[in-house]
């Protein structure tokens, strides 16, 4: 073997040691922090509706919930589907594989875009919201604080009253090409997310969980992006963003190779929509809609 050759062959093993260590490291991490994403230690924070169908049955005297209607969910039965090879086990090693390369590759990114959130408004670089995960279970999502301290938590921002108010200028950059995102790599890395999913609906927004319960929706788990995000994201309404997180559902639980083609062409219709700030809408659900209304 030449020099070079050799050369080369070191700097190939050097570089799998390396990969191979920083990946066992984060795997530790992830195991250590996997109980406390979702809620493990903490029974008051449990979803009584896990593992649960479910229906939306409205009520004058319940709280407005996210979605701004009074009401509450009533488990009907329990959840039948068992995951497939695909989406168990094929699914889940490229979501490992991706999310691990993204977190190295995109860790300048990161640090780039924590100190623009430092300078634009002060405060934690991260916040968490609690989320509904596969089969309801309640668990931490992580995004880049995009929006001001002083903003109501928990809160969609179509609830919000004049949400760009309350948007940094960094945050309208990062929100407009999902730059927010971003840190919920981690959450895929860490087994509560997809990279490929309907996008995790808040805790409280019933209506969304109920229409998705129609559609088997709330059987998988969430993603980074998906089908509804590339058909209109922020624009749809509630009942449209479901039905296309059904059509995901069933494409996933069919399995087999046309759910991967499925899968990557969410992936790569995902890019060109986020390249193109396709689909948002400061105002969330169903904004388009009220504008066109007011216009007309």
Same mark, same amino acid.
């Given at each position: 073997?030449? @020099?070079?050759?050799?050369?080369?062959?070191?700097?190939? !093993?050097?570089?799998?040691?390396?990969?191979?260590?920083?990946?066992?490291?984060?795997?530790?991490?992830?195991?250590?922090?996997?109980?406390?994403?979702?809620?493990?230690?903490?029974?008051?924070?449990?979803?009584?509706?896990?593992?649960?169908?479910?229906?939306?049955?409205?009520?004058?005297?319940?709280?407005?919930?996210?979605?701004?209607?009074?009401?509450?969910?009533?488990?009907?039965?329990?959840?039948?589907?068992?995951?497939?090879?695909? $989406?168990?086990?094929?699914?889940? !090693?490229? *979501?490992?594989? !991706? &999310?691990?390369?993204?977190?190295?590759?995109?860790?300048?990114?990161?640090?780039?875009?924590?100190?623009?959130?430092?300078? *634009? $408004?002060?405060?934690?670089?991260?916040?968490?919201?609690?989320?509904?995960?596969?089969?309801?279970? @309640?668990?931490?999502?992580?995004?880049? /604080?995009?929006?001001?301290? &002083?903003?109501?938590?928990?809160?969609?921002?179509?609830?919000?009253?004049?949400?760009?108010? @309350?948007?940094?200028?960094?945050?309208?950059?990062?929100?407009?090409?999902?730059?927010?995102?971003?840190?919920? !790599?981690?959450?895929?890395?860490?087994?509560?997310?997809?990279?490929?999913?309907?996008?995790?609906?808040?805790?409280?927004? *019933?209506?969304?969980?109920?229409?998705? =319960?129609?559609?088997?929706?709330? *059987?998988?788990?969430?993603?980074?992006?998906?089908?509804?995000?590339?058909?209109?994201?922020?624009?749809?309404?509630?009942?449209?963003?479901?039905?296309?997180?059904? =059509? @995901?559902?069933?494409?996933?639980?069919?399995?087999?190779?046309?759910?991967?083609?499925?899968?990557? /062409?969410?992936?790569?219709?995902?890019?060109?929509?986020?390249?193109?700030?396709?689909?948002?809408?400061?105002?969330?659900?169903?904004?388009?809609?009220?504008?066109?209304?007011?216009? =007309?």
């Amino acid at each position: 073997m030449s @020099y070079v050759g050799r050369e080369l062959s070191m700097v190939v !093993v050097t570089a799998g040691i390396a990969v191979s260590f920083v990946l066992g490291m984060l795997a530790v991490v992830a195991v250590i922090k996997k109980g406390d994403s979702v809620y493990e230690n903490d029974t008051e924070q449990k979803n009584p509706m896990e593992n649960k169908k479910v229906i939306f049955v409205e009520n004058d005297q319940d709280e407005e919930n996210a979605d701004g209607v009074c009401g509450h969910l009533e488990a009907v039965d329990d959840t039948e589907y068992k995951p497939g090879l695909y $989406d168990k086990c094929i699914k889940r !090693v490229i *979501d490992i594989v !991706v &999310s691990f390369f993204g977190l190295i590759v995109l860790s300048p990114v990161y640090l780039g875009i924590a100190i623009a959130i430092k300078i *634009d $408004d002060p405060g934690p670089v991260f916040f968490t919201q609690k989320r509904i995960g596969r089969n309801k279970q @309640y668990f931490k999502l992580h995004k880049f /604080r995009s929006m001001k301290m &002083s903003t109501p938590h928990d809160i969609p921002t179509h609830m919000l009253d004049n949400p760009e108010q @309350y948007i940094t200028k960094v945050g309208r950059f990062a929100r407009c090409h999902s730059i927010d995102e971003l840190p919920q !790599v981690w959450d895929i890395f860490i087994g509560n997310m997809s990279i490929i999913g309907p996008r995790p609906a808040l805790w409280n927004q *019933d209506i969304l969980i109920a229409e998705r =319960e129609k559609w088997g929706a709330n *059987d998988i788990k969430p993603g980074l992006t998906g089908w509804a995000q590339i058909n209109g994201r922020d624009e749809l309404e509630i009942p449209v963003k479901a039905r296309l997180d059904g =059509e @995901y559902s069933e494409k996933l639980k069919n399995g087999g190779f046309k759910a991967l083609l499925f899968d990557c /062409r969410c992936f790569f219709g995902s890019i060109f929509s986020v390249a193109r700030g396709a689909g948002v809408i400061e105002g969330g659900t169903g904004e388009m809609k009220k504008h066109v209304g007011k216009m =007309e």
